[in-house]
């Protein structure tokens, strides 16, 4: 934290609870800053003592939140015996670094990445149904409306009922939206309506989108893009 925050923004980024309860927990006085009783949007800066039901709240040291392109043949993950390549050889070496979500080794597209575990906890946690949206090319071209309509509806897969929340046919696929993140679930789920999948590109992530990011490159988000991924959580 390099400036002052407000106490409930704080509270937030420091894991303990999304701002909405923390200025809950403001108001029932279960909250101090150096001792003193806290007061709803009192700012605090590095130097100040945090403390919610008497345990001190670290600060997050500096949180990191990188956007790659993932490109085909990458696997996501750091050490694997098997993998010839993996996301990390693309990033730099940043301590805690480790992706929000997957991608399996055959798709391509945005994957982030951040050293902070209570956004990556909340960023892939069912409750909050962040959408990610997919470019799906099949082996059999567009899917007709009909197909689409299935995939709103919902197809039964061996881990229960899977249902994409948006789907619009494109040149050689679909233009796809889910808010779940079950392991290579849009490729099982074409393959559950006879549109196997030929190439998956993951277009968004929240209110995050690949955008021009060129293959196997990552940038840095900024801190407003930092701030909406938070926001796309704050919910109770």
Request: aromatic share 4%.
């Amino acid at each position: 934290m390099e400036k002052p925050l407000r106490l409930q923004t704080f509270l937030a980024r420091a894991g303990v609870a999304s701002r909405r309860k923390a200025e809950e927990l403001i108001r029932q006085g279960r909250v101090r800053v150096n001792g003193a009783l806290a007061t709803l949007g009192q700012k605090v800066s590095p130097k100040d003592v945090v403390e919610v039901d008497g345990k001190r709240v670290e600060p997050l040291a500096e949180r990191v939140v990188l956007a790659l392109n993932k490109p085909r043949g990458y696997t996501t993950t750091r050490h694997d015996p098997h993998a010839q390549k993996t996301v990390f050889d693309l990033l730099p070496p940043i301590p805690g670094l480790h992706p929000i979500g997957r991608l399996d080794r055959d798709s391509e597209g945005l994957l982030l990445f951040t050293n902070d575990g209570s956004l990556t906890l909340r960023l892939t946690h069912p409750r909050y149904g962040v959408k990610k949206v997919y470019r799906v090319y099949t082996e059999r071209g567009t899917l007709p409306r009909s197909v689409c309509q299935r995939l709103l509806e919902g197809v039964e897969l061996e881990d229960g009922l899977a249902r994409a929340i948006a789907c619009r046919p494109a040149p050689g696929g679909a233009l796809l939206t889910l808010a779940e993140g079950r392991k290579r679930e849009v490729r099982r789920m074409l393959k559950k309506v006879g549109y196997p999948v030929k190439r998956l590109l993951r277009l968004q992530v929240g209110p995050i989108r690949l955008g021009q990011l060129p293959p196997g490159k990552w940038r840095r988000l900024s801190p407003e893009e930092v701030e909406a991924l938070f926001q796309e959580t704050s919910v109770e």
